[in-house]
């Protein structure tokens, strides 16, 4: 099982970013796909959610700002992020989830500056 989170950067408060998520080696269709974010010293966070068939849901802090899409036959997750702020400045993670299965990619950082 591999999850590939790439996109992360520096980015201008207002600005934007789109984080991708490359899954190999379960069905990625079934699994619920979700993006966390951990800021220093804190504790790690869900972000969005999107389920196999489609249910979305999102934190209170991005709503209206972040857009969660998936691609299930490229077996990718997508996280546009945009109006970013400088709050949003994390380790972002990829994570896929069905039944017992909670599989975690490598973050990619975040960095929003004033």
């Known amino acids: 099982v591999q999850l590939q989170a790439s996109g992360g950067g520096l980015v201008q408060a207002g600005g934007s970013l789109r984080l991708s998520c490359a899954a190999s080696?379960?069905?990625?269709?079934?699994?619920?796909m979700n993006w966390y974010r951990q800021a220093l010293g804190k504790e790690r966070e869900l972000v969005a959610a999107?389920?196999?068939?489609?249910?979305?849901n999102y934190a209170d802090s991005v709503w209206g700002r972040f857009t969660i899409s998936r691609d299930n036959a490229q077996k990718t997750v997508y996280l546009q992020m945009d109006t970013l702020k400088p709050e949003d400045t994390a380790v972002y993670y990829c994570n896929a989830r069905l039944l017992q299965d909670n599989y975690w990619g490598q973050g990619t950082l975040v960095t929003v500056s004033s």
């Open positions: 999107i389920t196999g068939g489609d249910k979305i």
């Open positions: 080696g379960f069905d990625f269709s079934f699994y619920t």
